[in-house]
Antibody, heavy 119, light 107 residues
């Protein structure tokens, strides 16, 4: 299971920080990458980035300058940091798991965390 | 980025019906195409991966086909639990991209 946690309200220009807790398995598995995806009414579902348990991360180009993902294997958690947020970053944020096979499907998702950017 | 276009955007059907949702990619994605089911407030659920492979635990009334740029998801003998939003996603290229979804509603 995956469970997102973090503040539901963030002020414009501040930093959004979300945690995803992995339960029922180890984040150190070589079979998976760990991902963040968001959903907005405007853009639909958008992949933000993926991270391996070693800390190697890949980000979508449009957010790359503002995004940092990290992992804490001792706590079986991974994290999303998004800087300088605006109203356009208001979204449901999902953490997920991407299989490392050729197919690269997202085979497990959290139920999502709504983050509103507003003063 | 590869654009994924789903149709229809919404669909009304009755229990027992058979429905088909289509997904078109803006370029060839081979069979790196996956389908998900999403209900409000719940985690999205993988139902089909690699264009036609049924995810473990998913009922066999879900079938899918396609390759290249044209894909289809068919649900036979609709059950009450099947009414949800379905979206496709390609993993052929980075960034992975998603369709806008098809909302399946009870008629």
């Amino acid at each position: 299971q995956l469970q997102e946690s973090g503040p539901g309200l963030v002020k414009p220009s501040e930093t959004l920080f979300l945690t995803c807790t992995v339960s029922g398995g180890s984040i150190r598995s070589s079979n998976y990458y760990w991902v963040w995806i968001r959903q907005t009414p405007t853009n639909g579902l958008e992949w933000i980035g993926s991270i391996y348990y070693t800390g190697t991360a890949y980000y979508t180009p449009s957010l790359k300058s503002r995004v940092t993902m990290s992992v804490d294997t001792s706590k079986n958690q991974f994290f999303l940091r998004l800087n300088s947020v605006t109203a356009a970053d208001t979204a449901h944020y999902y953490c997920g798991r991407r299989h490392s096979s050729t197919w690269a499907q997202f085979d497990l998702w959290g139920q999502g965390s709504l983050v509103i950017v507003s003063s | 980025d590869i654009q994924m276009t789903q149709s229809p955007s919404s669909l009304s059907a009755s229990v027992g019906d058979r429905v088909t949702v289509t997904c078109r990619a803006s370029q060839d994605v081979s069979t790196l195409l996956h389908w998900y089911q999403h209900k409000p407030g719940k985690a999205p659920k993988l139902i089909i991966y690699a264009a036609s492979r049924l995810q473990s635990g998913v009922p066999s009334r879900f079938t899918a086909s396609g390759s290249g740029t044209e894909f289809a998801l068919t649900i036979s003998n609709l059950q009450p639990d099947d009414f949800a939003t379905y979206f496709c996603q390609q993993s052929f290229d980075v960034p992975p991209t998603f369709g806008r979804g098809t909302k399946l509603e009870i008629k």
